[in-house]
């Protein structure tokens, strides 16, 4: 049986982990609000019509922070819409995905919802077909105390404490020909680096991202960033990221190593905004905000969706996810924290029934889909510091990436509770993979827990009918003299917690 080797050393790190990185994404999008979260008519709704059995399901996912409303619904939104009474809101045609929104839930609903969800924001402004002036209104009637008109108005809408947003997204996939007011790199770069400006403005505490490209095939992927960095290096903290992955044609092997081409990814963006900070002699690093992310099948029916009916609240894009899937999320999530020294936040996209881990029917139940299981374990399990391991592993050829290797693996060290998680997956679809993991740096450990998700058939999924198909089960390994040894089934992701014995005081 093909074998594999990790190293760990508690003295090798990449950094200290941000818990950002386990974010989510909630866009006024096909159901991910309107019979996603909210939906007051349902039998589990509370007084402010959101689903407690969709928000029990947030809290055990356990994400840490929640980008919103958009996506490309943001640009083309007018937040002025969705506050105040709700009775006088205005049904608006949402351009980006031709449906009606209502507006019953805006900024202070969400704001609401999220405080249940104990999920920090955040915030996109439209840079599509709006500016410089409404970023701002809307980022004094969020952030000020009361006394300036915006943020009085808030204090009229039964909102007495600022909301204290931190995060702002500067718009979404500008660089998109899809997005709603799209615009070239150095139209871009203008308008976000005087909204970056006159944000500061208004509240110089605020945390400021500025989009980067769509995705890297994008043809102007690269390009665009050094333009829009020679704007707005100075004025913004983060570059965006967004990247989905699908498999395509029945090629598993190449689907099963995404984590290749994000690693790449990121390292390009990494040294696009270093090259922009060196030539503008800037000191400053900038974080990577990879607010985008997740496995995606659907959206050639619906980019751009000019073709559709208008409706509202219609479903788009309800990918149901299978094994294989799961294990690609898993390794999507190593690949982030591998990067944690530049990964500051990473969102997956989206939270509920679009592309989503949850899913709900209207009227009826919520359940998780496979991709939920890798998100909350390591969500639960990544503390403390990213370890940098030593991998030797096999490798075997992708029609896309070339020679990858068959396992991949990161692991997280906790000084002060003498925890340690590792999280590997085996990406080979064919072979079963003996992985050992030399640990006798740590002293002496045991094995807290250890699951592994895999299924004979890497195509099983979740469904209404079947809700519990797919789920982590428990992972026999063996740890001896520092050394912990376990057998990962083919496509499979894997957890294992250690602690640290500790003499008695
Ligand atoms: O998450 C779905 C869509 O994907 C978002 O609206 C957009 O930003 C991206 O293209």
Redesign the pocket.
Known sequence: MPSAAIRLDPAFRVGPLDRRLFGT?V?H?GRCVYTGIYEPEHPTADEDGFRTDVLELVRELGPTVVRYP????VSGYRWEDGVGPVEERPRRLDL?WRSIETNEVGFNEFMAWARKAELEPIMAVNLGTRGVQEACELLEYANLPAGTSFSDQRVAHGEKQPHDVRMWCLG??MD?PWQVGHKTASEYGRVAAETARAMRMVDPTVELIACGS?NSAMPTFAAWEAVILEHTYHMVDHISM?A?YEEVSGDLPTFLASGVDMDRFIEAVVATADHVGARLRNPKKLGISFD?WNVWYEKGRF?GAGNLEIEQAPRL?EDVFNVADAVVVGDLLITLLRHADRVAIACQ??LVN??APIRTEPGGPAWRQTIFHPFAHTSRLAHGQVLRPVLDSPTYSTSKFGEVPVLDATATWDEGTGSLSVFAVNRSSADPLDVVVTLTSFGALEVAEAMELSDGDPYAANTEQEPERVQPRPLAVMLEDGVLRFTLPPVAWSAVSLTQVRAQT
Do not use: R
């Open positions: 994404f866009e999008m958009g996506g490309n619904f980006a979404n996939e998109g769509s967004h989905y985008e980019v894009i996209a989206q679009v592309i």
